[in-house]
């Protein structure tokens, strides 16, 4: 029985879907105007993990991640660039799905582009204000009223009167009250024809809350099972987007919400300020994808992550145990997972318990270790398909152990003959240069283990 924790009543929750045997889910996904930062590679990780694990359990599930590709940051960026916001936009959202693909995220069903819902947002506009929920202020943008709308910050828990206006909330002249928030932008003389959408409140462009309430409603319905995304969107972007879209549609918007945890680089928030701010690009030039996807798993979602050269060593040096494992007892294939077996079972145990990730990979630990002790072939195929359901595993070993990110190219000629002159020195009994040899290819990165089938490497 899987249990979800609900940021919502802030608990877990038995998961009873909508419509019973399908599950339809949205999460928040990137604004494209920069290439994506550890913080999105956890939320793309992360909500792959449950997607999985959701048809893992015979779920028939409908995957949406947005697309915002209108905002200030995006206007102003291909402003500074001297190009067009849709150039701008397709070459980033190009850049994403390449990060994507190296980390093993699997495409979402719909990824939709903001620009192309302009229409269903205006729509959603009217409908509020035809609720008395909306307003045009004095300087022309539509708002939100606030305060008209009952349960406003049921989601933060906060009362209204702790509640202050996010980042992105625009305390702009004409507002009612400062807690309102813009949902249609007025056009400014200055701004690219681009971003200039003809409406019955003049000529603008939609404000950022809106875009994922209409987008969400048109793809997955009025109401919908699962809303993700990170813990900094709680408020206001989506405590904004349960008042649109409740108001709006006048009922339930989603009925389980869940929020990652926040990354964190050597104990300090990563910001670019502090000078610590990564790409994935960045961390994919040090380290291999499949090491950097092992490293976000194997923290539980709710967690903080805490990202240091130290934790991805450490993670590489884990998941080479688990390859290791694979390569030395070569995996019989398994035409299904029997869940009633102890360690799947345990395995099943951990993840419908809140997506326990952690959990879940302690049983890969526990089956590469029986596969080492027993040479069960049977245990290094559960090992494989148990990876597989979290996305891990699906390389060839040695591929993997001899490979990654961190070599500088591909030298296994010269790995090669090295163990070849290693192992002429043994025959010849000069130990010393044997020892030589090892020492410098450990030197190097490169771990040799003496086998019954000969001398194998992997990098250390």
């Given at each position: 029985m899987l249990k979800i ?86 070459r980033f959202i190009a ?184 790409t994935i690009r960045d ?178």
């Amino acid at each position: 029985m899987l249990k979800i924790h609900n940021s919502l009543s802030r608990k877990k929750e038995r998961f009873v879907p909508i419509e019973p045997g399908k599950v339809r889910m949205y999460v928040c996904g990137m604004t494209v105007y920069d290439y994506c930062h550890l913080g999105h590679a956890r939320v793309m990780v992360v909500f792959d993990m449950v997607v999985r694990w959701l048809r893992a359990s015979d779920y028939e599930v409908t995957y949406v991640r947005n697309i915002t590709d209108i905002d200030d940051k995006i206007i102003k960026r291909a402003g500074e660039n001297g190009e067009s916001i849709r150039a701008l936009t397709d070459r980033f959202i190009a850049a994403m799905h390449d990060d994507a693909d190296a980390l093993g995220v699997q495409r979402p069903d719909h990824e939709p582009r903001a620009t192309e819902y302009v229409l269903p947002m205006q729509k959603l506009i009217g409908e509020l204000m035809g609720h008395g929920l909306a307003y045009k202020a004095d300087n022309e943008d539509v708002c939100f009223a606030v305060r008209k709308f009952e349960g406003y910050g049921k989601l933060s828990g906060k009362s209204l009167d702790e509640l202050r206006a996010g980042e992105r909330v625009e305390v702009a002249g004409g507002k009612q009250d400062p807690l309102d928030f813009v949902l249609w932008k007025h056009a400014r003389a200055d701004e690219p024809e681009e971003v200039k959408w003809a409406s019955p409140w003049g000529a603008g462009r939609p404000g950022w809350h809106i875009e994922c309430s209409a987008m969400s409603s048109e793809l997955l319905g009025a109401q919908f099972d699962i809303h993700g995304g990170g813990a900094d969107l709680q408020f206001p972007h989506h405590e904004n987007e349960i008042a649109q879209s409740e108001g709006a549609h006048q009922c339930s918007f989603v009925n389980y919400w869940m929020h990652n945890g926040f990354v964190r680089v050597d104990d300090e928030k990563m910001s670019k300020s502090l000078g610590n701010f990564f790409t994935i690009r960045d961390v994919l030039k040090e380290y291999a994808p499949e090491v950097v996807r092992f490293f976000i798993l194997r923290a539980h979602y709710r967690s903080p992550l805490n990202y240091s050269d130290a934790h991805l060593v450490d993670a590489r040096n884990a998941l080479s145990r688990l390859y290791t494992a694979l390569r030395n007892v070569p995996p019989v294939p398994l035409p299904v997972v029997d869940w009633s077996s102890p360690m799947a079972a345990r395995f099943k145990v951990a993840m419908d318990d809140d997506f326990n990730t952690a959990e879940a990979l302690s049983v890969l630990f526990d089956l590469a270790a029986e596969a080492n002790r027993s040479q069960s072939a049977e245990a290094s195929g559960l090992l494989k398909e148990l990876g597989g359901v979290l996305g891990l595993l699906e390389q060839d070993p040695t591929a993997f152990l001899q490979g990654g990110a961190e070599s500088a190219g591909d030298d296994s000629a010269s790995v090669n003959a090295r163990i070849e002159a290693r192992i002429a020195a043994k025959k010849a009994r000069n130990f010393a240069e044997a020892d030589r040899i090892r020492a410098e290819l450990l030197a190097e990165g490169i771990a040799l283990e003496d086998t019954a089938q000969g001398t194998i490497w992997r990098r250390a």
